[in-house]
Structures are given as C-alpha cells and as structure tokens.
C-alpha cells in the first residue's frame, strides 16, 4: 500500500494543500498547533471515516467554509485507486471510489487501510478498562462488520437490561421479561467475547515481536485477557475459544449473580466489565514502567496491527506517527525507524528535525507546515 498523492480544501485550519509523499519515510515538521496533525487526520478521515480527535464531523471543517473536500490516490496490489470526500456542514458526506459513489459506509471504511499512533493510544496502556476495551472495541470494528454489529446489538440489550433491573429496584416494573435480555445479552456477548480473546492472542504474538524490536530484545511484552466474567483472573489460554463455550460461561456468570444484580439493580458480569493487562518483563506496564517504557509499550500495541493488516490485504497499511519521538531514548527511535523502513509507508510528525540522524533525513521527503500553509523540502 503506497499513498501517492493527498489533496485538502478546507480541512481543519489547511485551507488547500497539495501532498506527494515520498514511496518510504515522510517527516512532518513545525511547531505546535500549526497543523501538522491535520494532515495525519485527513488520512485517518479518508481511512476510517472517523476524526482522530473527539469532535463533532462540523468540526473538520474549516471555520468560514461551506465544506471540506479530500481527496487520495493510492496503489494497492499493483492497482491504483482514487477516493474523494465531502464533508458538508450541514452533516451531508459524499463518498466516491474510483468514480463510483459509495451509499454504504461499509464500501469506503478500510479501502485506505492506516495504522495511526497518537498521545491517546499511552491511555491503553495508563488509563482504565474502559480505555482498553475502547482500543478493542475500535480496531475489532473496522476488522470485522459482524463485530461491529454484535457490538451495537450487546449495547443495546445491555441497555434495555439496565433499565429493566433499575426499574424493578425503584418497584416501577417486574423481571418477566428478563430472561429474554438475558438471552439477547448472551448471543451478541459471546461474539464480542470470542472475537477479543481471538484477536488479543494475535495481537500478544505480534506486539511482542514488535517490542523486541523496539528495545533490541531487552524488554518483553506480552497481554492477557481478563474477561468480566468469574474466569477474569485466570491466563488467558485457560478461557474459552469458541462462542458457543462463551456462550455457556456467560449464562452461567448471569445466573450465578443474579440476585446481586437485582438487588443492585445493573448487570455486574459481561464483555461491559472486560480488560486485559499489559505486562512489561511480568510485571504491569501501567504502575511500574517507566514513561519512555509506557509509550513503547503504546507503540508497540498499534504497531503490532501492522503484521496484522499485511496477512489479511497482503501488503502492509501506511503508518501515521504524531509525536511519538517526545518520550523515547535515542536508541528507541533509531530502532523504530529501522523497523518501519523500507517495510512500510509512514508519515511521521515532529516539531524539531534533531530527533532523526542525518542519514534518516537524507532519505525522507520532509514537509514543513506554519498556520496551517503546507511546503516540501525534498
């Protein structure tokens, strides 16, 4: 995968810039808040129809403009696609591949396949369950359409069950209809079950062969699953495999804290309650590594999608780094640099060219970008 050109109207505080990127490293430089991250999200936009950052889509218009407009040509096995967008500030998006347009999200997500690494990823690694099974959630939805849809299904039953138990507490209704919830809640549950315990398996593998990498085999890495059911603390080859074992695990938890539940009035077992540890030489990266160890960690957990991508498209997707030299040594950037190139196609963003060595910057094409004007210096 090979981006060959990017083209913004509108975008953000770029009111009209023209990208062609180099086939291998691309450096983005300048200082904060002049826009070098919009260029990232326009990639990510075109990839993922989703902003890299929390905010309203209106949002990535620029301020004054009746629209945003992008546009990518690409190659892919050898074929050469165009995507276009617009983006309406009255929250209309067209969507068009190769000239055709595109009326089913699903048709444009994922055509431009991106692996993206922002200051928001080190949440997976310091934050809490809620950001792990975010990151899960994220990258297991654009993977799979029946994930996203049993996500969707879980959430709502989830929801009605919720409902159902608080109103039964506060004496406003009966459970008679709880246990058709419940087999709701065990069907869409048990897919997301076994897709994070299938998916989280190939990423330990891949994650610790990435931080290897990395830290030149001084540290290792590895991930373990704790479903929210009663088997959350044990390793992860102990869990079920397949959805239908979930399945019977699941309805055996519901049963098992059923009168809790209802005395508490909210479902206390369920994907809801998952997580999964992050472990640095065994011991958890989130209380006892160290911040440059932290952000290796994040690193090396988004870049282990990489591998990931490259078995199911059969060649690698095109990596976007924003800030990520701020907290590593040296040593870690060298090596992250050595393990993207020639591999990959990446875009990296900085605000001082003393983090790359000289002979790095020799063979990048670096863009330069103040108040939002985009320039190339070779």
């Given at each position: 995968m090979r981006l060959l050109a990017l083209r913004l109207w509108n975008f953000r505080n770029i009111a009209q810039a023209q990208i062609d990127p180099h086939p291998s490293l691309n450096i983005i430089v300048g200082a904060n808040a002049q826009g070098k991250t919009n260029l990232l999200e326009a990639l990510y936009y075109l990839s993922t129809l989703r902003p890299l950052r929390p905010v309203r889509e209106v949002d990535l218009i620029r301020w004054g403009s009746p629209e945003a407009r992008l546009y990518a040509r690409y190659t892919h096995n050898g074929l050469s696609d165009e995507l276009h967008l617009r983006l309406h500030r009255e929250g209309k998006r067209m969507l068009v591949l190769n000239?055709?347009?595109?009326?089913?999200?699903?048709?444009?997500?994922?055509?431009?396949?991106?692996?993206?690494?922002?200051a928001q990823d080190l949440q997976v690694v310091r934050g809490?369950?809620?950001?792990?099974?975010?990151?899960?959630?994220?990258?297991?939805?654009?993977?799979?359409?029946?994930?996203?849809?049993?996500?969707?299904?879980?959430?709502?039953?989830?929801?009605?069950?919720n409902n159902l138990l608080r109103a039964h507490l506060e004496g406003s209704a009966t459970l008679e209809s709880l246990p058709e919830w419940n087999v709701q809640l065990v069907k869409y549950g048990a897919r997301l079950f076994q897709a994070r315990r299938k998916f989280l398996d190939q990423l330990n593998e891949s994650a610790s062969e990435v931080h290897q990498s990395l830290t030149g085999g001084k540290e290792s890495l590895s991930?373990?699953?704790?479903?929210?059911?009663?088997?959350?603390?044990?390793?992860?080859?102990?869990?079920?495999?397949?959805?239908?074992?979930?399945?019977?695990?699941?309805t055996s938890?519901?049963?098992?804290v059923e009168g809790e539940e209802i005395r508490r009035g909210t479902t206390l077992v369920g994907p809801h309650r998952d997580d999964f540890l992050i472990l640095v030489g065994g011991v958890e990266a989130r209380t006892f590594a160290s911040q440059g160890q932290q952000r290796t960690c994040a690193l090396s957990l988004r870049l282990s999608e990489v591998p990931l991508l490259e078995s199911l498209r059969d060649e690698p997707p095109i990596v976007l780094l924003d800030d990520?030299?701020?907290?590593?040594?040296?040593?870690?950037?060298?090596?992250l640099v050595a393990y993207l190139q020639p591999r990959t196609q990446t875009f990296i963003t900085c605000t001082d060219l003393g983090f790359f060595e000289p002979a790095v910057l020799e063979q990048a094409r670096l863009f330069r970008v103040h108040e939002g004007q985009v320039s190339t210096d070779g």
């Open positions: 000239e055709q347009p595109i009326t089913r999200q699903s048709g444009f997500v994922g055509t431009l396949p991106v692996v993206c690494f922002t809490e369950p809620a950001d792990r099974r975010r990151f899960l959630d994220s990258e297991l939805s654009l993977l799979s359409h029946r994930y996203l849809y049993s996500l969707s299904q879980y959430r709502r039953a989830l929801e009605q069950r991930l373990v699953y704790q479903p929210g059911l009663p088997i959350a603390h044990c390793p992860l080859p102990t869990a079920p495999e397949k959805e239908e074992e979930w399945a019977d695990a699941f938890a519901l049963h098992q990520v030299f701020s907290d590593l040594d040296p040593h870690r950037r060298a090596r």
